[in-house]
């Protein structure tokens, strides 16, 4: 058999993942639960995630997405925040 018969495609762990994006652990899986990055789970139930999807999602990055881009609060004025008064 040829050694190109045998493609597997590289599965990265959460910490890879997290580290691609500057995110943390639970940001990764909380975008697998949501739909937003497809997961396997190995025997052991560890989530993996695809290099090709995962690389995919980077290329989109650019755009931000609405589930998790919020607006910044808007400033609250109140009276007594004058320091001339």
């Known amino acids: 058999m040829n050694s190109g018969d045998h493609d ?13 994006f500057s995110v943390t652990n639970r940001t990764v899986t909380r975008w697998a639960e949501s739909g937003r990055l497809g997961s396997i789970r190995t025997p052991g139930g560890h989530r ?3 290099e090709a999807e995962v690389r995919a999602l980077l290329n989109n990055q650019a755009q931000p997405n609405p589930i998790t881009t919020r607006p910044a609060p808007e400033p609250t004025i109140t009276p007594h925040s004058d320091p001339n008064r």
Not at 8 to 20: D, I, K, N, Q
């Open 8 to 20: 597997e495609e590289r599965l990265l762990t959460p910490g890879e993942v997290s580290r691609a």
């Open 48 to 50: 993996r995630y695809r």
